[in-house]
Structures are given as C-alpha cells and as structure tokens.
C-alpha cells in the first residue's frame, strides 16, 4: 500500500512537469564555460505535487546548486553589476566546491505545515539519496529571508503562499562527482512523500 502510494505520488510530480527534466552533469566540475543563467536554472529546477483527499497538500521546486548553477548565475552577476568578474567567479567556486546547496520553494495546504526551518520539529523531513539509495540529512535548513522582488528574480516558481528555503546538505562523492548516475531529494511527512530526481548525462 505504501508502495502504491508513493509510486503515485511520484507519477503526479513527474506529470506535472509539462518538459520531463532532462539529464544533467553530476560530475561535480567547474564548466569551462558558462551557459546562460536562466536556462540553467530551468535545466537544475524539479517540481513534484503531494496531493492527499484530492486536495494539493504540497507543491515544492528544488533548484540543485550544483557548480554550472554556480558559474552561470557569476557570470549573469558579473555582467549586471559590469564586473569584477575575476572576483565573483572565484567566490562562486568556492561556494560550489562546499556543502552542496538546493533552492527549494514550497507551498502547502496548511500554511502552518510549511515549516522546514524548524529542523527536527518540522512536519516534514528531507534527505538526499545517492546511487545506492544511502539517505543523508540535510546540516542546515534556513528560510531565505531576501525580499520578494529578489526572490522572484532567482526563484521563477515563488509565489504569493509559497516559501523559499535554502537547503545544504554535506559533500561526498556519492552524491556529486565522476561517476555519480543519480542523485534524488526526499520529502515526506504523515501525509505521504514525493522525490525530486537529477539524472547524470
């Protein structure tokens, strides 16, 4: 029965996607070269819906700041801000190179229930799942405070109920490098669960 249900929440998340995701470089490299920002930022992006007595309980969108999100939004910032592109691009690497970090935007049915700052006392729970289907939690889970106008500019899917959050979780070479196939965020709660998967090239 369990099975049942998260097979089908996972069929609702992926069928809400009017693009299937395509796959992405989980080699954990610095790209030679940037691409554009807003297109990597769609290429990173997964969306899944939790629906419960065929209400939406739970809509999230996970950005997966992964080193090319990194490199294209140092070079978007160095070219509004007209440089020094030197230093952004470096602070960027650096960035990439820690925790790995994910944009998640949620909304929920309860407004109450959209409480992931919380940590342990929150309704739900998160974890990144490797190839081999280990679970690593999260080491810190913060509300991004930045004003709305800001928000909407780096977060597309940020609306009027929903909540961004910044998410990191430890680097290890099962979840970003040469050879990983896949990597996948779990979210679920007594409500039930959904799973946003990145795909390797």
Known sequence: MIARALALTLALGLGACARPPGPVDLSGTWPAQADDYDA????????????ADYSLALEVY?????????AARAAREARLRGGPADAIAASARAAADGDLEFALVVT????AENDLERGDRSVWRLALVDDAGVEVAPSAIERDKRPANVLRGELPAFGDFAVAYRVRFPRTPSLLGPGVRRVTLKMWSNTGAVALRWDAR
């Open 62 to 70: 996970a950005t997966f700041h992964a080193p090319p999100w990194h």
């Open 108 to 111: 929920t049915h309860d407004r």
């Open 40 to 51: 990597v930022n769609q290429a990173w992006t997964r969306r899944a819906q939790l629906r």
